[in-house]
């Protein structure tokens, strides 16, 4: 069964540069989740999308944006970066918004600022 | 505010012998109950739900885990250990009552199971 896709796999960049990740949700789920995973964290929620609108945000820095397009895929940017944004990135996708749905997880984006 | 409380960060059981996993909740309306699993350098995978119906529940891999409502409690458990059963597992809530998106994780328990 096809699984949620995240681009790229690992990154690497130097302090005060941006980076833009990527993640394509399971083919017909409309729901799309992004969390940050830091070194020996449990994950925690940042923002999520609902046909294209957001829905909800959680503890999103203002220097991250996130959007899903019209094919229901969704880029988090991020900019400015620092030391303390390394960590691992997940996407999930649910098939709608409601509560009871469950999120797939992709396999992660791994950041790492210098 | 939606809390998870995962007691033991680390949990040693022999293989073949039956493994609990302990996970306590605290939400303001129903939970709706996760269980997920993470490998190193993988993602999560989602193990098993509660959202209503039988306490007992039955998920991915042989786990199952039983939501007790009078002790907020939702404990994975399985009846008899694998040494690739050896992983990161996480209990997760979300709170119908504050129509939230997110998930709420507890901190993680990591399994070994000893050969």
């Keep these: ?114 | 505010a939606q809390s998870v409380a995962q007691p033991e960060d680390q949990v040693n059981v022999a293989e073949g012998n039956p493994l609990t996993v302990k996970c306590t909740y605290s939400v303001s309306g129903n939970p709706y109950l996760f269980w997920y699993v993470q490998y190193p350098n993988r993602g999560l995978q989602f193990l098993l739900k509660y959202i209503t119906g039988d306490n007992l529940v039955k998920g991915s891999y042989g786990f199952e885990a039983e939501f007790n409502k009078s002790q907020t409690s939702f404990h994975l458990k399985k009846p008899s250990a694998l040494v690739s059963d050896s992983a990161l597992y996480f209990c997760a809530v979300r709170d119908f009552g504050n129509r939230d998106d997110k998930i709420i994780f507890g901190k993680g328990t990591r399994l070994h199971i000893l050969p």
Excluded at chain 1, 32 to 60: H, T
Excluded at chain 1, 82 to 110: I, K, V
């Design chain 1, 1 to 114: 069964a096809a699984g949620v896709i995240q681009s790229p796999r690992h990154l690497i960049k130097e302090k005060r540069e941006t980076a833009t990740l990527k993640c394509y949700p399971i083919p017909r789920h409309d729901t799309v989740y992004w969390y940050q995973q830091g070194p020996g964290q449990d994950p925690q929620f940042l923002i999520s999308f609902y046909e294209k609108m957001q829905s909800d945000k959680g503890s999103i820095p203002d220097r991250f944006s996130a959007q899903q397009f019209s094919d229901y895929h969704s880029e988090l940017n991020m900019s400015s970066l620092e030391l303390g944004d390394s960590a691992l990135y997940f996407c999930a996708s649910s098939p709608t918004g409601r509560p009871t749905d469950t999120q797939y997880f992709g396999p992660g984006t791994r950041l790492t600022v210098l």
